[in-house]
């Protein structure tokens, strides 16, 4: 048994929909969580930036004394996270390899669609990682930069029509690829779940990357005997600007009340 929390990270406040999943999965296990607000969106960001924001909230997190760290940020998953690995002595995951791995489990006609930040397309991350796990796949990829910036703000409701006008303009032309299989591969786009099935359709699997990464955590603690003793977990949430407005719309994300303030943090110390 190992009672030490885990940390997770995201540029904002999707990776809560993740947590959201680890709360559900592993719920004896404490989790603190960084939201980098003040650097929101990471999706335009060069690689370069990337790995520097990866270290230093990987460094903040490490302040702590946790057992693992959760990279809920598809765009550092896609960019750093085997730098990230590399120099550090403790689990790091990912949201990239579970997510293909059941998305190659998943599809039936061998055409898997994503959609991610511009930085994750142009990574080819997902591609490579499915083409390692079946050659055969098929991967249609698109770029969906506005939908981290709408979600942060709010905008994920049914109805909605900017983000009803957004969602169409980037799905239809890759619901009509023929793909029976989308990747949501931004923690942010869980959100947007209703929004995307009704323009993808019913025969559309749709894959949580945060839920598939919630699983690979849970295996990997069970793995190497890290897990929690069964009791309540508790979560803490941190962020680098506006805690107080992370705090306001985080308990959409987590689909709970938020029972604690959201702690600031200059994530630029570290």
């Known amino acids: ?18 947590v959201r ?18 650097r929101v969106p990471y999706g335009g960001r060069s690689q370069e930036i990337l ?18 760290i959760v990279v809920a940020c598809g765009t550092v998953s896609t960019t750093a996270l085997p730098t990230l690995r590399a120099e ?25 669609g994503l959609i991610a930040t511009a ?25 969906c930069p506005l939908f981290v910036p709408l979600v942060e703000n709010g905008r994920y409701q049914v109805g909605d029509s900017v983000i009803e006008t957004v969602a ?34 019913p025969d559309v699997m749709l894959i949580d990357t945060g839920e598939e990464a919630a699983w690979e955590l849970k295996r990997t ?18 962020a680098s600007d506006q805690p107080s407005d992370f705090g306001a719309l985080a308990s959409c994300f987590l689909r709970e009340p938020m029972e604690k303030a959201v702690l600031p943090v200059d994530i630029e110390t570290y």
């Open 21 to 38: 999943q680890m709360r559900s999965i592993l719920p004896s296990e404490n989790i603190i969580y960084f939201g980098d607000t003040s």
């Open 168 to 201: 169409r303009e980037y799905l239809v032309p890759l619901r009509d690829t023929g793909i029976d299989t989308l990747i949501l591969g931004c923690t942010h786009y869980p959100l947007l779940t209703e929004i995307i099935g009704r323009i993808m359709g």
């Open 51 to 68: 790995l520097k924001y990866g270290r230093q909230d990987v460094r903040f997190l490490r302040s702590f004394d946790i057992k693992a």
């Open 119 to 143: 930085a994750s397309v142009r990574s080819g991350s997902y591609e490579r990682t499915i083409h390692a796990l079946d050659e055969g796949v098929e991967v249609i990829s698109k770029a």
């Open 221 to 238: 603690l069970t793995a190497q005997d890290m897990l929690a003793e069964e009791r309540m977990g508790e979560a803490t949430f941190y």
């Open 88 to 112: 550090n002595d403790l689990p790091i995951l990912g949201v990239v390899e579970p997510a293909c791995r059941r998305a190659v489990g998943q599809t039936r006609n061998k055409r898997v």
């Open 1 to 18: 048994m190992d009672n030490r929390p885990i940390g997770v990270f995201d540029s904002g406040l999707g990776g809560l929909t993740a």
